[in-house]
């Protein structure tokens, strides 16, 4: 099976800070890689799919790219309520087996 | 619009089985699959299934196969989730969550992310 990491696991950035997180597939994925993002107490949120596209909705300051094994997710400019944990997913397999990155928590310095 | 909406918490003993159900409306149910996630306390996600709510066909996470069962009632637009011979690390909430359009199709079957999400529900198994 593909296993997917993050890094870092957790950071600590100031408000405006450029925020970047790392995922990396053990296989080849091309780009079937999503982004989530879970606020302390909530549902998980689907902001990035296809590696690169902003979901309905989602603040333009997320921004996704990468191919293959490697991906990153991008936060333009850090905001109080980007506070979340951030997972990556890939879902390129038939049948379906849909492996969560482990996380990475986006906390306000 | 778009809602799934999960049955309440259970507390289970171990040993004993619990079945989750995820009540779909806003959408044609047939149209999108639905897979479970699973989050224990203080964890990441984990994801344990997907069924086809147009055939029922399923693939369950080979941690899980031989425990987990999951079946939809179309007549009610529902998705269940049994899981069976329960421990103390099952403790967990438990969410539904809908494929979104945005899919690739690989041998007639649509993968997809998951845009929409149920409230999630606790399972705690506890002597």
């Known amino acids: 099976d593909i296993q997917m990491t993050q890094s870092p696991s957790s950071l600590s950035a100031s408000v405006g800070d450029r925020v970047t997180i790392t995922c990396r597939a053990s296989q080849g994925i091309s780009n079937y890689l999503a982004w989530y993002q879970q606020k302390p107490g909530k549902v998980p949120k689907l902001l990035i799919y296809?590696?690169?596209t902003l979901q309905s909705g989602v603040p333009s300051r997320f921004s996704g790219s990468g191919s293959g094994t490697d991906f990153t997710l991008t936060i333009s400019s850090l905001q109080p309520e980007d506070v979340a944990t951030y997972y990556c997913?890939?879902?390129?397999?038939?049948?379906?087996?849909?492996?969560f990155g482990p996380g990475t928590k986006v906390d306000i310095k | 619009q778009v809602q799934l909406v999960q049955s309440g918490a259970e507390v289970k003993k171990p040993g004993a089985s619990v079945k989750v159900s995820c009540k779909a409306s806003g959408y044609t149910f047939t149209s999108y699959g639905i897979s479970w996630v699973r989050q224990a306390p203080g964890q990441g996600l984990e994801w344990m299934g997907w069924?086809?709510?147009?055939?029922?066909?399923?693939n369950y996470a080979q941690k899980l196969q031989g425990r987990v069962t999951m079946t939809t009632d179309t007549s009610t637009s529902t998705a269940y989730m049994e899981l069976r011979s329960l421990r103390s690390d099952d403790t967990a909430v438990y969410y539904c969550?809908?494929?979104?359009?945005?899919?690739?199709?690989?041998?007639?079957?649509?993968?997809?992310?998951?845009?929409?999400w149920g409230q999630g529900t606790l399972v705690t198994v506890s002597s």
């Open positions: 296809a590696a690169s």
């Open positions: 997913q890939k879902y390129n397999s038939a049948p379906p087996i849909f492996t």
């Open positions: 969550a809908r494929d979104s359009p945005e899919g690739i199709t690989i041998f007639g079957v649509v993968i997809a992310p998951f845009d929409y």
């Open positions: 069924i086809s709510a147009y055939n029922g066909n399923t």
